[in-house]
């Protein structure tokens, strides 16, 4: 049996986020929002979403306790960042100026107003709001049955910025940009996947069977 413990931390498209899990999650797997570290340390699975601003999510992460919690579910767990909980990975943010969790080196960059310009020439707003394609850079087994370029759903202003060889996706929004990351046993992507049809729930769907 899998246990999916989705972290609350106030911050989080939780409900959507657990919905879309329980859809594709076998008979007897159990599905739970926590902010409880116990049940985090006890789950075999762990989803880390986020929503709303950098520095918020990083108080309200310490506010709560679940910093120690976050830290050793990435130690050895199957582990699902998404949307600013790939953000909050990373050593530092744009945003706010602050510090991140540090799991990998590199930061988070706002979009460049003058990068912001598409093909046809027309000027691209921020935030980059809508669907867009995901260029896999190599094969992992969240992408399994997912096509290459296929459309996910986006909401942000921000991006990561790896310093290692972690990138496991691009889009291009003006830039060429990290969608996802990976190594071992976390996963994290920039796009809902719980916002992104038959695609999203695919990605979840590897991600509760997956055993790395």
Request: aromatic share 10%; glycine share 10%.
């Amino acid at each position: 049996m899998t246990t999916v413990a989705i972290i609350d931390y106030g911050m989080g498209n939780l409900r959507s986020v657990a919905k879309a899990i329980e859809h594709v999650a076998a008979a007897g797997d159990r599905i739970e929002v926590t902010s409880d570290p116990a049940v985090v340390a006890a789950a075999s699975h762990v989803v880390f979403p986020g929503q709303g601003a950098m520095p918020d999510c990083m108080r309200e992460l310490d506010l709560r306790g679940l910093r120690p919690a976050v830290v050793a579910a990435a130690a050895d767990k199957p582990f699902l960042g998404i949307c600013i909980g790939q953000q909050m990975l990373f050593e530092y943010s744009e945003e706010g100026g602050v510090p991140g969790l540090a799991l990998f080196r590199g930061e988070v960059v706002r979009f460049r107003d003058a990068d912001m310009v598409g093909a046809d020439g027309a000027r691209l707003k921020v935030p980059h709001m809508g669907w867009n394609e995901v260029w896999q850079k190599h094969p992992h087994p969240l992408w399994a049955g997912i096509a290459d370029g296929e459309r996910f759903y986006f909401v942000h202003s921000y991006h990561v910025r790896p310093i290692d060889d972690v990138v496991a996706a691009e889009t291009t929004y003006g830039v060429r940009f990290t969608s996802a990351v990976g190594r071992a046993n976390i996963f994290a992507i920039q796009f809902h996947p719980e916002k992104s049809a038959q695609a999203g729930l695919r990605l979840l769907s590897n991600f509760v069977q997956w055993k790395p």
